[in-house]
T-cell receptor
Framework: DAGVIQSPRHEVTEMGQEVTLRCKPI?????LFWYRQTMMRGLELLIY????????DSGMPEDRFSAKMPNASFSTLKIQPSEPRDSAVYFC??????????FGQGTRLTVV | GDSVTQMEGPVTLSEEAFLTINCTYT??????LFWYVQYPGEGLQLLLK?????DKGSNKGFEATYRKETTSFHLEKGSVQVSDSAVYFC????????????FGAGTRLAVHP
């Protein structure tokens, strides 16, 4: 397996634009997590899914953020409209119930 | 709610020095505990884990013991190397919390020759 795959690796966008981040978890993993990493706040859990169902989205900062998992092999995190304070590295991770989480390499988002 | 607290960094050490990074947790159930490491420009990688009280996780010379009585999982290494320079994250996964994976703020370690 190629591991957790995130795309794009880097994204630069203008304020007000819609941004979509993508994640392909490891096959067979039934938990998927979205994290945001910044210098100020460290690693924040935004939302996580179990069997494609959102379990806890209490970490999603605002209504501008939304996440979906239409099937077991794909998830998206969307920001609409984007703002400069959304600039961060966004990580996706997947796991099974008893095992460690595997992280993707992250998407570095810059909103100018 | 569940949370993880770890010592603030940066921690700066000379090569071959002893390392301790403190981590304490709060959880409603009986969590599994983890240490992850992040090298510059990369995602997080599991360093070690422990799934029940008194378990000791170990890997690459790093160790941590699950202490239920003190709700702690401190990371130690007897002799650090320059290549250990990274950010270290303590984390818990609480089965009572639907396996939510919660991380501490991270501790940056810088090891100098």
């Amino acid at each position: 397996d190629a591991g957790v795959i995130q795309s794009p690796r880097h994204e630069v966008t203008e304020m007000g634009q819609e941004v979509t981040l993508r994640c392909k978890p490891i096959s067979g993993h039934d938990y998927l997590f979205w994290y945001r990493q910044t210098m100020m706040r460290g690693l924040e859990l935004l939302i996580y899914f179990n069997n494609n169902v959102p379990i806890d989205d209490s970490g999603m900062p605002e209504d501008r953020f939304s996440a979906k998992m239409p099937n077991a092999s794909f998830s998206t995190l969307k920001i609409q409209p984007s703002e400069p304070r959304d600039s961060a590295v966004y990580f996706c991770a997947s796991k099974t119930i008893a095992e460690r989480a595997f992280f993707g390499q992250g998407t570095r988002l810059t909103v100018v | 709610g569940d949370s993880v607290t770890q010592m603030e960094g940066p921690v700066t050490l000379s090569e071959e020095a002893f390392l301790t990074i403190n981590c304490t947790y709060t959880a409603t159930g009986y969590p599994s505990l983890f240490w992850y490491v992040q090298y510059p420009g990369e995602g997080l990688q599991l360093l070690l884990k422990a799934t029940k009280a008194d378990d000791k996780g170990s890997n690459k010379g790093f160790e941590a013991t699950y202490r239920k009585e003190t709700t702690s999982f401190h990371l130690e290494k007897g002799s650090v190397q320059v290549s250990d320079s990274a950010v270290y994250f303590c984390a818990l996964s609480d089965p009572g919390g639907y396996n939510k994976l919660i991380f501490g703020a991270g501790t940056r370690l810088a090891v100098h020759p």
